[in-house]
């Protein structure tokens, strides 16, 4: 089945740092990929929509020039989380549609556990 | 604005029996439904996707249906096992809302043994 990895899985950060989130397509080209945030026992929310090749879609109040996306190819895009704070720490999951599938089935990452201190 | 609702928030059963967990959705104009797991600290593990045209999926001993006229879904576990106890998220994505799949806040199941 299709396969997305999300590197680092864990990070802990200092206040006022940058990081960089990867999430990769392994077995599949993804012209679309998604970014999402969970707090604690709460459900996924949508941050951004990324395209590969143009800008990103951002949701209603998430700041786009905080939490930057690239999608450079068809097989990654980045989050950095830019200037990070204590309120950033979430865990952060990205998901990839396979260009060939006709479901419009998304896969999954395995997350990025952000702890901001 | 879209929603998915999912019922019981929380759910404990004996090993063993049978369950049904609860998707409801606002919009009949859906592209698909899909129904994850997710452990403790884990990303997402997709279960089932039911594409718009069709009524049920099944895997192993889960069975997803839909009704899109009514705006539900359900999720049948049988036989239940202590492994089966994650959190149960169903998505829907909607046509009004393209790429955006719409998750539902999650039904806890503890199956215990």
């Known amino acids: 089945g299709a396969v997305v990895s999300q590197h680092p899985s864990r990070v802990i950060c200092k206040s006022g740092t940058s990081v960089k989130i990867e999430c990769r397509s392994l077995?599949?080209?993804?012209?679309?990929m998604f970014w999402y945030r969970q707090f604690p026992k709460q459900s996924l929310m949508l941050m951004a929509t990324?395209?590969?090749?143009?800008?990103?879609?951002?949701e209603q109040g998430v700041e786009k020039d905080k939490f930057l996306i690239n999608h450079a190819s068809l097989t990654l895009s980045t989050l950095t989380v830019t200037s990070a704070h204590p309120e950033d720490s979430s865990f952060y999951i990205c998901?990839?549609?396979?260009?060939?599938?006709?479901?419009?089935?998304?896969?999954f990452g395995p997350g990025t556990r952000l702890t901001v201190t | 604005k879209q929603e998915v609702t999912q019922i019981p928030a929380a759910l404990s059963v004996p090993e063993g029996e049978n369950l049904v967990l609860n998707c409801s959705f606002t919009?009949?104009?859906?592209?698909?439904l899909q129904w994850f797991r997710q452990d403790p600290g884990k990303g997402l593990t997709s279960l089932l996707l039911?594409?718009?045209?069709?009524r049920e999926q099944t895997s192993g001993r889960l069975n997803a249906s839909l009704d899109k006229s009514s705006g539900r879904s359900t999720l049948y576990i049988a036989a239940s096992q202590p492994g089966d106890s994650a959190t149960y998220l169903c998505?829907?994505?909607?046509?009004?809302?393209?790429?955006?799949?719409?998750f539902g806040a999650g039904t806890i199941l503890r199956v215990k043994s």
């Open positions: 077995d599949f080209q993804a012209t679309t």
């Open positions: 039911i594409q718009s045209s069709q």
């Open positions: 998505a829907v994505l909607f046509m009004e809302y393209g790429n955006k799949l719409v």
């Open positions: 998901s990839a549609r396979d260009l060939g599938a006709v479901a419009y089935e998304q896969y």
């Open positions: 990324s395209n590969e090749g143009s800008k990103a879609t951002y």
């Open positions: 919009d009949s104009a859906i592209y698909n």
